[in-house]
């Protein structure tokens, strides 16, 4: 089975509100990556963040990652309908870091 | 910079025949990966390379194969395709190898259906 599993599947909420998505992995990981994707399209690379960090922010979001617990989460803040997409955690493991990438959570934010 | 680049976008096969995809990687990054996305299997891993040569594998039979040429631009080929080939194909370049702390940048895929 896939390495990551994001948590909710799909999150409707209003624009402006706080949206946040977790993923949950089972190895030792080198670093975790976030990706958006719209529609079925390439992938857009939101933030990385390494195994020896806690947090990182870029701009509206707030991703934290917790080793100890194999799990990540994304917050994106004050929400907006062009942030409507599916969002992707991928785990980079091992000697070659391979790229493992959870199944997904559509957000939908309603105008 | 321009970004990744695949081709063709759109593409359709009968079922035994083979494909050729193309990826062409952002100017200086010599690093090319494949994905295959369904909405069955989601996104899976198939192979990365580096400088010509396969340093990483996923678990797809051998009809999966690829290459990377000296200007980094990759193909892969699928031969005697399946229905369950149907996927959108991405291709992500990265500046190094996968075992760095890299972003990769991925490309708008290639769709394949097979009838």
């Known amino acids: 089975s896939q390495q990551g599993e994001e948590d909710p599947q799909a999150l409707s909420i209003q624009e402006g509100e706080n949206a946040t998505m977790n993923c949950s992995y089972k190895t030792s990981i080198n670093n975790l990556q976030w990706y958006r994707q719209n529609s079925g399209r390439g992938l857009v690379h939101l933030i990385l963040?390494?195994?020896?960090?806690r947090e990182k922010h870029s701009g509206r979001l707030r991703v934290t990652l917790d080793t100890s617990k194999k799990s990540s989460s994304l917050l994106i803040t004050a929400s907006r309908a062009a942030d409507t997409a599916s969002y992707f955690c991928?785990?980079?493991?091992?000697?070659?870091?391979?790229?493992?990438f959870g199944s997904g959570t559509k957000l939908n934010v309603k105008p | 910079k321009a970004g990744v680049t695949q081709t063709p976008r759109y593409l359709i096969k009968t079922r035994g025949q083979q494909v050729t995809l193309s990826c062409s990687p952002i100017?200086?990054?010599?690093?090319v990966s494949w994905y295959q996305q369904t909405p069955g299997q989601g996104l899976q891993f198939l192979f990365e390379y580096f400088s010509e040569t396969q340093r990483n594998k996923g678990n797809f039979p051998g009809r999966f194969s690829g290459r990377q040429f000296s200007n980094s631009r990759s193909e892969m080929n699928v031969s005697t395709l399946e229905l369950g080939d149907s996927a959108l194909y991405l291709c992500a370049s990265s500046s190094t190898p996968l075992e760095g702390n890299y972003e990769q940048y991925f490309g708008p895929g290639t769709r394949l259906t097979v009838t």
């Open positions: 100017s200086g990054h010599r690093s």
């Open positions: 963040i390494r195994s020896n960090e």
């Open positions: 991928a785990t980079g493991v091992g000697n070659f870091n391979k790229f493992y």
